[in-house]
């Protein structure tokens, strides 16, 4: 079994990175396995760690849920709201560079609202005014550009409603009768109304989202103040408690805090990057960490 899945991490043990799978056709020195046989070894030792994970997460005190993209399929809808706004934005500049999907993942992917138009602008090198959350949409400012991805988030949220994940209710239904304490742990303004879209609004003791955190002017994801501010709530040393994050940004925040495991759910960021930002192990589902498998 693989260090370090089987259960809470101790202070200081590193956490083993998932090995690619795929061969680097490198030459392989005599008497080494080749790479077809290193290949099957790696995928059985990540299925064995895959075991160890959903056989021992019920040990642990809480699990910390990232909300869009980890228990509501609404990270798809930030991500468009972005690409719109975004879009839009650098056409009326008369930018030919275009916005891309990948631009959302490195930038912006589970950040607060202002600190990702922070970070996108900052990587194209345009500079804009701060502005105020109080700006409106219209307003060419760093606050009125994310008020206007606002616009279109809320447009959507209203039309289609949320229906949560299946495979992370199962999962959210074992932990509460495992009597696992659970938190929500977003950077996300709209947290509460999206939980409370898909019912899953009392299913939690503490929720730490976006207004929460400029409450208490606490950092965002990547600093893992948000995530250590629900442990402590929960009464939860961070080692006692898992992360589950779908964005590079929220594994970091989860290594960073030092929690004593980190789960990345791939939902189109990349099981690589997710392990190299610091997840521990990535599943495609929560549905995978349910005890009697997906279904
Ligand atoms: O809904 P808000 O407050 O604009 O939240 C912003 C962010 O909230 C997060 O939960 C999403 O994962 C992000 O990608 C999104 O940009």
């Known amino acids: 079994m693989t260090k370090g899945a089987g259960g809470p991490r101790s202070a200081g043990e590193t956490h083993p990175k998932r090995p690619t799978s795929q061969p680097s056709g490198r030459q392989i020195a005599p008497g080494r396995p080749s790479l077809a046989v290193r290949a099957v070894e790696i995928s059985i030792g990540w299925a064995l760690r895959l075991t160890?994970?959903?056989?021992?997460?019920?040990?642990?005190?809480?699990?910390?849920?990232?909300?869009?993209?980890?228990?509501?399929?609404?990270?798809?809808?930030?991500?468009?709201?972005?690409?719109?706004?975004?879009?839009?934005?650098?056409?009326?500049?008369?930018?030919?560079?275009p916005y891309t999907e990948q631009d959302y993942y490195d930038y912006v992917d589970g950040k607060p609202r202002y600190d990702g138009v922070r970070s996108f602008l900052?990587?194209?090198?345009?500079?804009?005014?701060?502005?105020?959350p109080d700006?409106?949409?219209?307003?060419?400012?760093v606050c009125g550009l994310g008020n206007r991805k606002n616009r279109e988030f809320s447009g959507v949220?209203?039309?289609?409603?949320?229906?949560?994940?299946a495979g992370s209710v199962r999962l959210l239904?074992?932990?509460t009768d495992q009597k696992v304490a659970v938190a929500v742990v977003s950077s996300s303004r709209n947290a509460r109304p999206v939980l409370r879209a898909a019912g899953l609004l009392d299913r939690f003791e503490v929720i730490v989202d976006g207004n929460v955190a400029t409450e208490r002017e606490l950092p965002g994801k990547?600093?893992?103040d948000t995530f250590v501010a629900a442990a402590e709530e929960l009464g939860v040393p961070v080692d006692?408690?898992?992360?589950?994050?779908?964005?590079?940004?929220?594994?970091?925040?989860?290594?960073?805090?030092?929690?004593?495991?980190?789960?990345?759910?791939?939902?189109?960021?990349?099981?690589?990057?997710?392990?190299?930002?610091?997840?521990?192990?990535?599943?495609?589902?929560?549905?995978?960490?349910?005890?009697?498998?997906?279904s």
């Not at 809808?77 to 972005?82: E, I, Y």
């Not at 700006?135 to 400012?141: F, H, K, R, V």
């Not at 989860?254 to 192990?281: C, N």
């Open 52 to 97: 160890a994970v959903t056989t021992t997460l019920g040990t642990y005190a809480a699990v910390l849920f990232d909300l869009d993209g980890v228990l509501t399929p609404t990270a798809e809808v930030h991500m468009r709201a972005w690409e719109r706004m975004f879009s839009d934005f650098l056409a009326r500049r008369g930018d030919t560079r």
């Open 122 to 132: 900052a990587s194209r090198g345009i500079e804009l005014p701060e502005g105020s």
């Open 135 to 141: 700006d409106q949409p219209e307003a060419e400012t």
């Open 157 to 165: 949220l209203e039309t289609d409603g949320v229906r949560a994940f």
């Open 173 to 175: 239904d074992q932990l």
């Open 222 to 224: 990547p600093a893992p």
């Open 240 to 294: 006692r408690a898992v992360v589950m994050e779908d964005a590079l940004s929220g594994v970091a925040a989860g290594r960073a805090g030092g929690f004593g495991l980190v789960v990345g759910v791939d939902r189109g960021a990349g099981a690589d990057k997710l392990i190299e930002s610091g997840a521990d192990i990535v599943v495609a589902d929560l549905g995978e960490l349910v005890t009697d498998g997906p």
